[in-house]
């Protein structure tokens, strides 16, 4: 386990359906990250949380909203999604956003299907 | 711009032999890498990193090796084993991208017993 947890594992959703992802960190890390990967593709970083504030939006759309309520918590509300949306969403902590060498401890992912 | 590479989307070797992964890289200015391996159903896990101001670096059975000259960068894999299969993903950060880890489209490694 890489002290990252991510719920659901997997979710089905309908293009009007509203679902929220979570994810938690064991880690004592301060900063957090939503990552996309979708096949073929590189990972995408979404959104980056440093000390519960948000530090990044990686030109997501507004469909896609981030709460980071504590260093420890990360959701990702998802409402009118598009079957384009479907996807790995990977979690993602590190100690601080600030460094240059942060490693990265990812969770196992949601694998979403929007129908 | 930006970006990271890999050479061969998919390598097969027979398992206890070496296993060398490659990357390629754009930005010179790139100072911190790091390799990730990705089994199925998992997400990336950890597997060694390094600073640019170092050309090798050895872990156990991982050795990854820098060449900023020609800006590659390799994972080698001593004596695969099946648990080795997966994805593996190199990744780079830089001033320029505020430090935010540019991935690669990563290499799927295959262990034939």
Known sequence: ?115 | GESVGLHLPTLSVQEGDNSIINCAYSNSASDYFIWYKQESGKGPQFIIDIRSNMDKRQGQRVTVLLNKTVKHLSLQIAATQPGDSAVYFCAENNKDSSYKLIFGSGTRLLVRP
Do not use: I
């Open chain 1, 1 to 115: 386990e890489t002290g990252v947890t991510q719920t659901p594992r997997h979710l089905v959703m309908g293009m009007t359906n509203k679902k929220s992802l979570k994810c938690e960190q064991h880690l004592g890390h301060n900063a957090m990250y939503w990552y996309k990967q979708s096949a073929k593709k590189p990972l995408e970083l979404m959104f980056v949380y440093n000390f519960k504030e948000q530090t990044e939006n990686n030109s997501v759309p507004s469909r896609f909203s981030p709460e980071c309520p504590n260093s420890s918590h990360l959701f990702l509300h998802l409402h009118t999604l598009q079957p384009e949306d479907s996807a790995l969403y990977l979690c993602a902590s590190s100690q601080g956003w600030d460094r240059a060498s942060e490693k990265l401890f990812f969770g196992s992912g949601t694998q979403l299907s929007v129908l």
